[in-house]
């Protein structure tokens, strides 16, 4: 099973960015993968000065250990190219990247049928 980074942008609601990342990182499951998310898994952890500093490391060496970094997003094209850009400068060429809005109607099926993800998952782990 791959490996794979959920990326969103941060924009300083934290409440509406836990769920947004919660809602992607259920979304790569339903698609077969294993998300892990540095923004579940770091943010916030260090409070002090040179938290951020630290964050950042932490999720650069987690970029490194995965099979691919999903982005997720809801620019326009232009902006969408650039934060592209920005994800495989940052990341390496292993980025893809997810417009919510193209992405809304599964996302919200994804909620709503965990019963399925159990059963895909379990047919996973026989193979």
Same mark, same amino acid.
């Given at each position: 099973m791959k490996l794979v980074m959920i990326v969103t942008k941060i924009t300083g609601n934290e409440e509406n960015e836990r769920a947004r990342v919660l809602e992607y990182c259920r979304f790569a499951a339903h698609k077969g993968v294993l998300p892990i998310s540095s923004y579940l898994n770091f943010h916030n952890i260090f409070m002090d000065e040179i938290g951020l500093a630290v964050e950042h490391l932490l999720t650069l060496r987690l970029a490194k250990q995965v099979d691919?970094?999903?982005? %997720?997003?809801?620019?326009?094209?232009? @902006?969408?190219?650039? =934060?592209?850009?920005?994800?495989?400068? /940052?990341?390496? &060429? #292993?980025?893809?990247? %997810?417009?919510?809005?193209?992405?809304? @109607?599964?996302?919200? =099926?994804?909620?709503?049928?965990?019963? /399925?993800?159990? &059963? #895909?998952?379990?047919?996973?782990?026989?193979?």
């Open positions: 691919e970094i999903w982005v %997720f997003g809801n620019e326009k094209e232009e @902006e969408k190219s650039s =934060l592209i850009e920005e994800a495989c400068l /940052e990341y390496g &060429r #292993r980025a893809k990247y %997810f417009d919510a809005r193209e992405i809304g @109607e599964e996302l919200l =099926l994804c909620t709503m049928f965990s019963e /399925e993800l159990v &059963r #895909r998952l379990e047919d996973m782990e026989e193979c």
